[in-house]
């Protein structure tokens, strides 16, 4: 992993409750910053997955609707729909 460079944090209220952290469990400031940051990320990630897993089960409850429709007239075909030069019939 490359070097990274420097952050800078300019909210004084940032500042002091990053101070308020580290000092409250006994870690530096890069540390505090660094399980605070990984923290929220294993949140948004479970977030983001438990969203990905609705919509997933959305679009099969979306597919499983689809496939109990009844098939009405034989399946048209790219013959059926466009001519030899690919435009539109």
Do not use: C, F, H, W
Request: cysteine-free; aromatic content about 2%.
């Amino acid at each position: 992993m490359p070097s990274a460079a420097a952050i800078q944090i300019k909210k004084s209220e940032v500042t002091e409750e990053v101070r308020a952290l580290a000092a409250l469990i006994g870690v530096s400031i890069t540390d505090a910053i660094g399980i605070a940051v990984k923290r929220q990320l294993e949140i948004e990630r479970a977030k983001a997955a438990i969203k990905l897993a609705k919509r997933r089960k959305d679009v099969e409850k979306l597919l499983a609707e689809i496939r109990r429709l009844p098939v009405v007239g034989p399946i048209l075909t790219d013959e059926d729909l466009y001519d030899e030069n690919g435009l539109p019939k």
